[in-house]
């Protein structure tokens, strides 16, 4: 049994964020970090492993720096890491990724036991959309959202979230699921684990190494396969600041009172 | 199948479609915003707006979408459609967009709309904007809404109106554009999907305003019911059970009034939240709260108001020891008239309050408290 987990890296947006001129992120000035809720789905498949044996790989697309991300997650405990990197992938939206990854996901092989764990969304761009789309061009099922997750033979058992309740869920291997914060506490690296992960596998899956799969067609990927295009972007203007009321006695909360019986707000 | 080409835009004639999810029977108040949001956007494309309605002996809640605006609803019924299933949802609503075409798609961004819209629109082969909390069609409208909701030049404005799409110039007339806070919503973003349709959005609840109910519209909102072709054997997920929560949840779209707690209540959380639900009660609102609050397990993630929360526009929001990220202030910022109680006064919720009050909120919300009590006796 083997357990995929994709990650992304992605700027700190909790921080100062800082805005070029032309309404573009500045990411050259902000920290990044690994994607929180990816670190749920690190942590889901470190439980899987403990609990089947099964080898972890962590996947994760964008540029040759995301190493020290992979070897940290490799500190975790996850087995190999594979980064998928080139120019060609640059300027994907969420379906051109998906391809990406799900053509990486062939290449590493998906075989009929094994489960892809990823988080819920991205704190970039917020979309939640790259695990759905991974499990459609990997023509598998998928539950999102997944709170508790226990397996059983090739039966997965998930506790799927929504906004007034949840759902139970059962799915087979193979599988995609996306994990949210509330499924567990992800651990730290070990110290052991630091020493290990630089000697740990890595691998670097470039255009070349997937072009052969047919996912992989310049039709679908990069920019130009993306079907979605930025018109504009743009940062929202400050609402003008209002009044300051002075002092914090009851004074002021009168006054307070009385402006918005004034408006008929109350 | 084999005839359908998302690529062919001229073929997509079939309107405006509106994803109005229902659970257990009842339709999600966010099909009802969509519906209207939709209307608007078919008559700028002078097409007509229909709704697609799954599950099982619905039909009896399907002509009051008509009431909001939709032409028709297109009702899917099964018993295997019952409960949502990714497999069962999708194949229905990919092989029924196969067959009638839309030009647009939304769908509530719900937690099942969000399993739903990029399954189909990786199916289809097509974009999707996720969690869209502004859209347009007429050019000048959307010219308009720049002008007032972003900091770009007007002359910047003035010439948006084509895109650059795999080299050459593309008019983008009678594209949606797609607007959404991207970076934890330090950063909008209008998204087109120029060369494929149907142009697919998810959207946020809460955003979109609800049109006014016509009982003559609903009357006349025709009812389709498309060919189901949908197995056992299409569904690769079991429904074991669904649950609905023990606890009420609470209802923080809905409300006129907002006052919510951030972590300045950390020195007694129990007596924030007290004060804040006392506030609430003679304003006659709810509690929230910010992520700060969410994440340290004070109070339920169905409080939590930002970015990765909900959105929320009541008449008076009330801030109670929140400093104001970036991330809370884009759930917020639209309300109409918002008070923030903070003892840091450069704290960036100022920036935006209409009312601000330095000082300390275990102080100031009792006294504030009486105050409103007095002040509506006296009315």
């Not at chain 1, 120019?87 to 092989?109: L, P």
């Not at chain 2, 003035?158 to 949606?176: C, F, I, P, Q």
């Not at chain 2, 202030?329 to 704290?347: F, L, P, R, Y």
Request: include cysteine; proline fraction near 5%; hydrophobic fraction near 40%.
């Amino acid at each position: 049994m083997k357990i995929i987990v994709c990650v992304k890296q992605v700027p700190d947006t909790s921080g100062k964020v800082a805005v070029n001129p032309d309404g573009t992120l500045n990411r050259a000035s902000m920290a990044t970090i690994t994607n929180p809720d990816d670190l749920n789905a690190v942590e889901a498949a470190l439980t899987l492993k403990e609990q089947t044996g099964a080898e972890v790989v962590v996947v994760s697309m964008g540029p040759p720096p995301a190493e020290g991300m992979l070897r940290e997650i490799m500190a975790r405990g996850v087995d190999r890491a594979v980064l998928i990197s080139g120019r060609e992938f640059g300027g994907s939206d969420t379906y051109a990724t998906s391809q990406i990854i799900a053509a990486a996901i062939n290449k590493i092989g998906l075989d009929e036991d094994d489960v892809v764990f990823c988080g819920r969304q991205a704190i970039d761009g917020d979309t939640a959309q790259v695990g759905p789309q991974i499990a459609e061009k990997l023509g598998i099922p998928q539950v999102s959202y997944a709170a508790e997750i226990t397996k059983e033979g090739k039966t997965l058992t998930i506790k799927r979230m929504l906004e007034d309740g949840y759902m139970t869920i059962k799915v087979n291997t193979p599988c995609l699921i996306t994990c949210i914060k509330e499924l567990n506490n992800p651990r730290y690296m070990s110290v052991g684990g630091i020493f290990e992960c630089y000697e740990k596998p890595y691998e670097v899956l470039d255009y070349n190494a997937l072009k052969d799969d047919p996912l992989i067609d310049p039709a679908t990927i990069g920019l130009k396969g993306s079907p979605t295009n930025i018109l504009t972007s743009f940062t929202p203007p400050q609402k003008g600041a209002g009044m300051m009321l002075e002092g914090a006695d009851k004074a002021t909360c009168e006054k307070l009172a009385g402006i918005l019986a004034g408006k008929h707000l109350i | 199948m084999s005839t359908f080409n998302s690529a062919d835009i001229a073929a997509f004639k079939g309107g405006v479609w509106v994803f109005c999810e229902q659970r257990q029977g009842t339709m999600m108040p966010t099909s009802f915003e969509l519906i209207s949001e939709g209307r608007k956007l078919a008559d700028e494309l002078d097409t007509k707006l229909y709704g697609i309605l799954l599950g099982h002996n619905i039909e009896g809640i399907a002509k009051e979408l008509g009431g909001y605006g939709a032409d028709g609803v297109y009702v899917c019924d099964s018993p295997l459609l019952e409960n949502y299933t990714t497999d069962g949802y999708t194949k229905v609503i990919c092989d029924a967009i196969e067959e009638y075409k839309p030009e647009i798609m939304l769908i509530g961004a719900t937690n099942i709309g969000r399993d739903l819209g990029p399954r189909c629109a990786a199916r289809l082969h097509t974009g999707l904007c996720a969690d869209c909390t502004h859209l347009d069609v007429d050019m000048g409208i959307y010219k308009d809404f720049l002008r007032e909701a972003s900091t770009l030049a007007p002359e910047k404005i003035d010439g948006l109106n084509t895109a650059m799409v795999l080299g050459e110039k593309h008019d983008v007339s009678r594209d949606l554009k797609m607007t959404r806070p991207a970076f934890g919503g330090h950063l909008m973003a209008s998204i087109i999907c120029p060369r494929f349709r149907p142009a697919m959005a998810t959207v946020r609840p809460g955003v979109m305003k609800k049109a006014p109910f016509d009982q003559a519209k609903a009357d006349a909102c025709e009812i389709i019911k498309p060919n189901i072709s949908l197995t056992e054997a299409d569904m690769q997920t079991q429904v074991v059970e669904v649950v609905k929560a023990a606890k009420k949840l609470v209802d923080l779209i809905g409300a006129d009034v907002v006052v919510s707690v951030g972590r300045g209540i950390s020195k007694d959380v129990e007596g924030g939240i007290k004060l804040a639900e006392e506030l609430a009660e003679v304003l006659g609102g709810v509690v929230g709260g910010s992520r700060a609050t969410i994440d340290s397990g004070w109070l339920s993630a169905d409080h939590q108001v930002g970015q990765t929360g909900k959105t929320v526009h009541p008449k008076i929001y009330v801030a109670l020891g929140i400093s104001g990220a970036i991330q809370h202030k884009a759930g917020m910022q639209d309300s109409e008239c918002i008070i923030a109680v903070n003892k840091n006064e450069t704290a960036p919720i100022f920036e935006i309050a209409d009312y601000g009050i330095c000082g300390d909120l275990f102080k100031v919300t009792p006294m504030l408290i009486e105050a409103i009590k007095a002040a509506k006796a006296a009315q």
